[in-house]
């Protein structure tokens, strides 16, 4: 929408290492904690899997947009893009993308205090004080903590190329923008390398964001961990609609699981049952049954029936005969 597809493009590269980091480690972690996805049956489990945690914290320090990793080059030259936009609507879409931060660092710090750190809520609890009910949890198999080392690598310094991807040449010949909407280029007169951009980011909306998503993570999920509780009773209403996902799952099974059922159904009733079967399958038999219900009539096995057949064929045969004579 800000024309800034470099930074789009960019972005991508980067996610696509930080999100893979975060999602190889969620299976390792599944796999360690003996196929269990719970996360309110987790916790501290950093000393259990010391690989898995390191490099999940890169990951969520990356996708958190924290100023030195990957993800926070690309995502901030995405919020600074919406920012110098002048597109209609970019006021609005910088509303979102800085709302994103919080939200986006809040339930990722969420992911590593609720399964990493040590908790005291009761399911932590009761994880602790019945030992036999799940096996100790062990770190993850070289196949499997090796690529998170190798994901975490590029998820620290892919975005220190910042500098050539969007403000040079390397896009040249393959992006086009119109005219009035050369965000990018503006955005090239105040880049000042790859230590300013950071060192510029710590005065801004987006760093305070981010790190107000992770404090407020640290406070709800190892400092206090009753509030989220108390939170969900106050606000049932809100807890209900977020839960649920603004019910798109309900949406999507009712107009397009729902629809494609229906005309499925349509065309099984109408084609298959009736056509298909109906007329050309069971029709072809119906009609044969009758043509030979017909036929049968005349193959009754007496001779005087087939002589009387006879006769009207020598009487029609005349009869024609003598027609066209």
Known sequence: GASAYSAGMFHLVTHAF???LLFLGAGSVIMGMHHEQDMRKMGGLKK??????LTMLIGALASAGVPGLAGFFSKDAIIEAVHFSKTPGAGFAYFCVLSCVFVTALYTFRLIFMVFNDRHDNAHARHNEDPGQ???????????????????IPSVCAGWVIGDVLFGD?????IFVAPGHGVIEEMAHHYQ??????THALGTLPFWLAMAGIASAVYLYLINPAVPAVLQRKFAWLH?????KYWFDEAYSLVFAGGARALGSLFWNIGDVKIIDGLFVNGSARLVGWFSAV????????????????ILGVLLFLSLWFARA
């Open 18 to 20: 930080l999100k893979a």
């Open 48 to 53: 259990y899997m010391p690989i898995t945690y």
């Open 134 to 152: 799940h096996a100790t949890p062990h770190e993850s198999p070289a196949v499997v903590t090796l690529p998170l080392i190798l994901l975490a």
């Open 170 to 174: 390397y896009f040249k010949g393959a």
């Open 193 to 198: 390398g790859v230590v300013g951009m950071m």
């Open 240 to 244: 209900t609609i977020l839960d649920r």
């Open 295 to 310: 036929i049968r009539r005349f193959q009754s096995g007496f001779v005087y029936h087939y002589a009387f057949m006879m």
